[in-house]
């Protein structure tokens, strides 16, 4: 197996992430083995991790290609909030990738909202999370990431790309797994405290892709043509349209190009 738990917790400096890390050479999703685990009684901040994936999956059950040379992991969360809550994880977690990204690799890339990152116009990462709740609380999120870290282009879908190829060098997978942990834990300590994510809602609108431009967001309830103005600090888009401004708690994002739309970023 390329990465070792020895290898990781070198580069750790993250507490929480180091109680329980499992480790596997192929699985069918590292989710619903986390699940499992979390059921049985692992504590938050347990990980796992996976070489490859056979039936990874994307939000909307899309599949979510895992060959070797990735990074396919999941970590238990259980914040002490209600479920409206949720989403906002996810988009910590995006900004911690974007912040480690830079750190390891040396590459600026964008969160494309709520759980994409993007680089020069490509996918290059996934976060999906699953959750448990009742009607108050939260009992534990799921949450799913991946990267295209080590991958040949030709392994991955036309729309999406990899740090190796962007960077034109290899990317030390546990270094870079480290950095994210690490940045992940720091971010949610201070998430809990401030219990949004107005701390972050500054640096997360300068990484945000297609703000300022024309785009159509689509949801389950309705779908939306506007300027993408940021995030606000409950994590939902902030959009102007012709006749008001309207706040989205989900969607995705459809690009506007004169009449006829582009979809990006699918797994």
């Given at each position: 197996m390329?990465i070792t738990k020895?290898?990781i917790?070198?580069?750790?400096?993250?507490?929480?992430?180091?109680?329980q890390?499992?480790?596997f050479?192929?699985?069918?999703?590292?989710?619903?083995?986390?699940?499992?685990?979390i059921?049985?009684?692992s504590?938050?901040?347990t990980i796992?991790?996976?070489e490859?994936?056979?039936?990874?999956?994307?939000?909307?059950g899309?599949?979510?290609i895992?060959?070797?040379?990735?990074?396919?992991?999941?970590?238990?969360?259980?914040p002490?909030?209600?479920?409206e809550?949720?989403?906002?994880?996810?988009?910590?977690a995006?900004?911690?990738?974007?912040?480690?990204i830079?750190d390891?690799?040396?590459?600026s890339?964008?969160?494309?909202?709520?759980?994409?990152i993007?680089?020069?116009?490509k996918k290059v990462?996934?976060?999906?999370g699953?959750?448990?709740?009742?009607?108050?609380?939260?009992?534990?999120?799921?949450?799913?990431i991946?990267i295209?870290?080590n991958?040949?282009l030709?392994?991955?879908?036309?729309?999406?790309?990899?740090?190796?190829?962007?960077?034109q060098r290899?990317?030390p997978?546990?270094e870079l797994?480290?950095?994210i942990l690490?940045?992940?834990?720091?971010?949610?300590?201070?998430?809990k405290e401030s219990k949004?994510?107005?701390?972050?809602?500054?640096?997360?609108?300068?990484?945000l892709?297609?703000?300022?431009?024309?785009?159509?967001?689509?949801?389950?309830q309705?779908?939306?043509?506007?300027?993408v103005?940021g995030v606000?600090?409950?994590?939902?888009?902030?959009?102007?349209?012709?006749?008001e401004?309207?706040m989205?708690?989900?969607?995705?994002?459809?690009?506007?190009?004169?009449s006829?739309p582009e979809?990006?970023?699918?797994?």
């Amino acid at each position: 197996m390329n990465i070792t738990k020895e290898k990781i917790l070198v580069n750790l400096i993250s507490g929480m992430f180091a109680r329980q890390i499992h480790l596997f050479e192929e699985v069918p999703s590292t989710q619903d083995i986390l699940r499992t685990l979390i059921v049985s009684g692992s504590p938050e901040g347990t990980i796992v991790i996976s070489e490859t994936q056979t039936e990874g999956r994307g939000q909307l059950g899309r599949e979510w290609i895992s060959p070797e040379g990735g990074l396919w992991f999941s970590i238990a969360l259980i914040p002490p909030f209600g479920p409206e809550v949720a989403p906002q994880i996810t988009l910590l977690a995006a900004f911690s990738i974007v912040q480690a990204i830079s750190d390891i690799v040396g590459l600026s890339a964008m969160i494309k909202w709520p759980n994409d990152i993007f680089i020069n116009g490509k996918k290059v990462a996934g976060i999906l999370g699953e959750m448990s709740s009742h009607r108050v609380a939260i009992r534990y999120i799921a949450l799913g990431i991946g990267i295209n870290v080590n991958i040949l282009l030709e392994k991955l879908p036309p729309y999406a790309t990899s740090l190796q190829n962007e960077a034109q060098r290899k990317i030390p997978l546990e270094e870079l797994l480290a950095s994210i942990l690490n940045h992940f834990e720091n971010n949610y300590r201070i998430f809990k405290e401030s219990k949004d994510m107005s701390p972050f809602q500054e640096k997360i609108n300068e990484m945000l892709l297609y703000r300022g431009e024309m785009v159509k967001v689509t949801s389950l309830q309705e779908i939306i043509q506007g300027t993408v103005v940021g995030v606000y600090q409950d994590g939902r888009l902030i959009i102007n349209t012709v006749a008001e401004q309207k706040m989205l708690s989900s969607g995705e994002i459809v690009v506007c190009c004169g009449s006829s739309p582009e979809e990006y970023g699918k797994f």
